[in-house]
């Protein structure tokens, strides 16, 4: 059985003898920021001048570049986007670290993948939130909590894991329990849950019904715009995954437990999936999307302007807009 800590493994104090910084102020920065200043964390903010200082300042924060913020406290959190994290390790981080001084991620890709090569004299742990940034914060206050994945890849002091549960106890999430992992594996399966062609799916049976004769705004409401697929994740999050059928009527069960198995070809699948792993571990996908962000993510806007020609999309522009999701077009 894997390793799970909660509250009582976990002490604030070893983190608040000084200051956190948070920087970044992006959906998880602003969530974990919050949490920690409500269990009384000395909390200083670090971000660039754009919209998510102005959301600082209006939440009470003082705002700082990134360097000074990262300056004045002995554990930074990185939460910029993985993107931006290598330049700002580099230009305002790395220049300030101490001997002893703790970087906590909350995605193990930059490290994982070697973007960002720390000294050997500083922790560096990571406290990766199985949760959306808004969820953080709506858990905290909701007194739930939320899962996350925590890994020590470097302990300098000795005290990396103390102060990685500190930190997952301050945002909250040893309440729900935090499961031990590694940078390596919480990436992997991070990369791997973003390769599924769920969408290509989804098109798919698009397609294959609006064939058959149904209207496209039947469709579409029936398979995702109606939002009954989130009550469904819900169920899926609280009671489990098959266990959730329980809740569905006799012609569901039928449905997806015994004759959709026909249509599913086992093997086929794991051997796919088996290959986006090998591709994942051996770097391609990291070569692949290194390549491709030098020169400027051509393919992602290829592959959007191509889904957005798709008639699916017209007709779901249109849909939401009668659904008053986007404001109409102009006459």
């Known amino acids: 059985m894997s390793t799970f800590y909660f509250d009582a493994d976990a002490d604030l104090a070893t983190i608040s003898g000084g200051r956190v910084a948070i920087l970044g102020y992006g959906n998880q920065g602003r969530s974990q920021a919050l949490n920690l200043r409500d269990n009384g964390v000395d909390v200083v903010v670090g971000n660039i001048e754009d919209g998510f200082a102005e959301t600082a300042r209006a939440d009470g924060w003082t705002v700082l570049p990134i360097a000074e913020a990262a300056a004045q406290a002995p554990v930074k959190l990185i939460l ?10 580099e230009t305002a981080i790395r220049p300030s670290l101490k001997a002893g001084d703790l970087l906590s991620f909350a995605h193990g890709y930059n490290i994982h993948f070697k973007e960002i090569v720390p000294p050997a004299d500083v922790d560096v742990v990571m406290v990766a939130p199985r949760m959306l940034g808004e969820g953080v914060r709506a858990t905290f206050l909701e007194g739930r909590g939320f899962p996350s994945l925590i890994a020590v890849h470097q302990d300098a002091t000795g005290t990396a894991l103390a102060r990685c549960l500190g930190i997952a106890k301050g945002i909250g999430s040893t309440k729900m329990g935090v499961l031990m992992s590694s940078f390596e594996e919480e990436t992997i399966i ?7 062609p769920g969408l290509y799916a989804l098109r798919a049976m698009y397609e294959a019904l609006v064939e058959a004769g ?14 009954e697929g989130v009550k469904w994740a819900e169920y899926g999050r609280d009671l489990g995954a098959f266990e959730r059928m329980k809740r569905a009527s006799q012609t569901a069960q039928f449905g997806h437990l015994v004759w959709s198995k026909q249509y599913f070809d086992r093997d086929a699948t794991l051997e ?47 849909l939401y807009q009668l659904l008053g999701r986007r404001p109409r077009d102009p006459s």
């Open 214 to 227: 149904c209207s496209p705004e039947a469709v579409m409401l029936d398979l995702y715009a109606s939002g």
């Open 80 to 89: 910029t986007s993985d993107d931006s994290q290598p330049e700002v390790y």
């Open 272 to 318: 796919g999936m088996r290959k986006m792993l090998s591709n994942i571990k051996d770097g391609s996908f990291y070569r692949a999307l290194k390549a491709q962000k030098q020169a400027n993510l051509r393919a992602v806007d290829e592959v959007m302007a191509e889904n957005d020609a798709h008639e699916m999309m017209r007709r779901e522009h249109r």
């Open 190 to 196: 991070d990369l791997f849950e973003e390769h599924q």
